[in-house]
């Protein structure tokens, strides 16, 4: 089987059999619209300290798009947040890559399935596609953390 073909399948099963669908109570909230197309997500991220305890959303868009945000709830739920923020900046990484990027074995060991999308880097308007999830995510994790901060600093 070709490595494309695999990795379509892989994106295909997230699409059909998504991983954190339906939103489930979180400490923050967020709503990313990709302009370009019009894809969108809800997205909640809740925390346990500094370990996340669920990401959950509802959205609507292409099979990338929401492929995208059932891969992101796989890798990040139950990862402490440094080594969420380093899936992300990986993640990150591949899709600005336009192409250019052929991921490792190290890269694929931080990605798992993420590592599907490497050949969406080739087209940039769906690489908006592929990281509407994790902005949401990236965006709901400030709101929770200043969140809680703000509730630590009240008397």
Not at 46 to 71: H, M, N
Not at 97 to 125: C, H, I, N, R, W
């Amino acid at each position: 089987m070709k490595l494309d073909s695999m990795y379509q399948d892989v994106i295909l099963d997230h699409y059909k059999n998504p991983h954190g669908r339906g939103l489930r109570d979180g400490d923050a909230e967020v709503h990313h619209v990709n302009p370009t197309c019009g894809d969108e997500i809800t997205l909640r991220v809740r925390y346990e300290g500094d370990r996340i305890a669920d990401v959950s959303y509802e959205g609507q868009g292409c099979s990338i798009s929401q492929a995208s945000a059932s891969v992101l709830n796989e890798l990040l739920v139950g990862k402490e947040l440094a080594e969420a923020r380093r899936i992300q900046e990986t993640f990150l990484e591949l899709m600005q890559s336009k192409g250019q990027l052929t991921p490792d074995d190290a890269m694929e060991d931080v990605l798992e399935d993420a590592v599907a999308f490497a050949g969406v880097s080739k087209y940039p308007a769906r690489v908006k596609c592929a990281l509407l999830s994790w902005m949401a995510w990236k965006d709901a994790t400030a709101q929770a953390l200043d969140d809680s901060a703000a509730k630590e600093r009240t008397p």
